[in-house]
């Protein structure tokens, strides 16, 4: 075997695709020497493109079939069956690949993973997983979650995305599993709406885009917070401006945190209470820009976590980064 | 191999233990005949005695010892190292079996599986595990979650346990995993007391043991309901007969069940958007004696549930009952 394998994350915004060298034999020993698990998962090669305003399945199947046989082409392998996996922003059904719904890459309903399968021929095998699901492997793989047996890995981004590791695979259920973002805090009629439609998911109260919309409106309606002057205007307001405002005492800032992180923090303990995991591994954008809304969380977290459960649980930061998504897609993608 | 094995299911009333001929051969089959696979799942020749009153661990391990002897004796392979499986009623800690708590059978800090190695001696390969785990690997092997990859299995009775396979494996993470009683429903200041001491488990709101004392007290305090006809006294209310008063329009009833109902429901929606499993099977004293209470919480997790995971779910009841316990026990006792 070669060992190469390529791994995309295909996103909202952005479109990645790397190949990697190495990457299954560094996994395969997970307890082993972490200096050559950091450099096989080192991309040997890569390109990224943004989506853009096309984005219609096909055209968009296109480019990233262009962008595989440019990297085959570029490392020299143009003609080896390389292995390709795929980090996905939405919800899959089914283990072939197929797109239910994906509010940011705007499709519905697309046999994406046959598509691709199509377009490059029956020489590349295509893995398609949820996005925080192949980063959660790629963590479990090669970041924070090497070593153990089982994590959750849960990503405070724009939405809000997870990923579990159970018994040493990735839990993808029917193909949907752990929609960490659409568990539900609220069932009463103060519940929040959600970008999925539906009232009172987590991610309508923790989700960064969520987070800043909220804070905005009620900033506009007359709510004083620092938040604004260390943002410029109050539609610059975002989480980490509420955070640094928040870290200095300001009382708006301090309330909404005192909202979200304590909601946070039981969908964690929840979750923790469930899978009892070796590791719950946090990462995404809007976490690491919120040290005092993670300190709520991790609070609350300990205060409803099942005691048991916490006894053997050791919370870690993402490691990999940007990097976990095609990290994780070329994990899937075996060879 | 003999494809022999012995079962146990450890209570807080109840110790019973059943040996198993052919079980891990027709477990191996899911799609096969469901016939030989009944057969299977019944014991060859099986015990039960009550826990009573001497709850220490060294009499209560010597007799299920005894026990154990007095089955292979019975069925005449009192030299074969048949290996043994124990559902205990407890939270675990380790792939070992020992015992963190159990409020049930009284134990605390007791390392119940070495105990047990010691007495039985090397021949016997000795299993433990949560009690609601065992039923679920015996659901999944030998009843409703036959043929597919991944369940949840949530039993409401006198307290409400569960238990999960995940891509064909037993979710046990560090020994206390699927501790779905203990998942947080409400933490304002009217979260009510759990029998674990924390506040807010869904245990305390739809657990059999708490509904009856809630029940009990209320109707004590003045409420009215017709369950007390039904039942003869205030003190014998239980689940049964205020699901029987609920199904005739008794307000009191229905009031309790729109509450406990929805809670309920949402603990299922959030563990089914998590698992995204082919099936959810529930089971349990409580649940098989309370359809409205059942009808009002599968109607919650309709509307609580991320859309996605709901299309390849179905729910079903546990099938084995009573046999749920010794069968899983005897399901991962291997051999």
């Known amino acids: 075997m070669t060992d190469l394998a390529i791994g995309i994350d295909l996103g909202g915004t952005n479109m990645r695709a790397a190949l990697f060298r190495g990457l299954q034999a560094a996994a395969a020993t997970p307890h082993g020497d972490a200096e050559s698990a ?21 055209p968009v199947i296109a480019r990233l079939a262009a962008m595989i046989q440019g990297l085959l082409a570029e490392a020299g392998c143009a003609d080896l069956p390389v292995p390709v996996g795929i980090g996905f922003a ?9 797109v239910v719904t994906s509010p940011n890459v705007g499709w519905r309903e697309v046999p994406f993973g046959d598509l691709l399968r199509a377009k490059l021929g029956p020489r590349h095998n295509v893995a398609v997983e949820n996005d925080a699901n192949a980063i959660a492997w790629g963590e479990y793989h090669m970041g924070a979650g090497r070593g153990v047996k089982d994590i959750v890995v849960v990503y405070v981004g724009t939405g809000i995305g997870g990923g579990a590791v159970v018994n040493r695979t990735l839990v993808n259920g029917s193909g949907a599993a752990l929609e960490i973002g659409h568990v ?37 309606g ?14 610059a307001v975002n989480p980490g401006h509420l955070d640094a405002a928040a870290a200095e005492g300001d009382d708006y800032a301090l309330g909404l945190w005192a909202e979200v992180g304590p909601l946070l923090g039981v969908v964690l303990a ?9 590791r719950l591994i946090l990462g995404g954008g809007v976490l690491s820009r919120t040290p005092v809304l993670r300190e709520h969380a991790i609070a609350a977290l300990h205060v409803a976590v099942n005691p048991p459960a916490v006894e053997s649980l050791v919370v870690e930061n993402a490691v990999l980064g940007d990097d976990a998504g095609v990290v994780g897609g070329a994990l899937l993608a075996g060879g």
Chains 1, 2 share one sequence.
């Open 184 to 220: 539900k805090v609220v069932w009463d009629e103060t519940a929040r709406r959600c970008a999925c439609g539906l009232k009172g998911c987590i991610e309508a109260y923790a989700g960064g885009e969520q987070i800043s919309r909220r804070a905005r409106a009620e900033l506009a």
């Open 222 to 235: 007359g709510a004083r917070s620092a938040a604004v002057e260390l943002a410029g205007s109050i539609e």
């Open 270 to 278: 929840n979750a923790v209470t469930l899978f009892n995991p070796q």
């Open 38 to 58: 950091a450099v096989a998962a080192r991309p040997v090669v890569e390109r990224r493109e943004k989506v853009g305003s096309e984005r219609d399945p096909e």
């Open 90 to 98: 939405g919800m899959l059904r089914g283990d072939r690949g197929y």
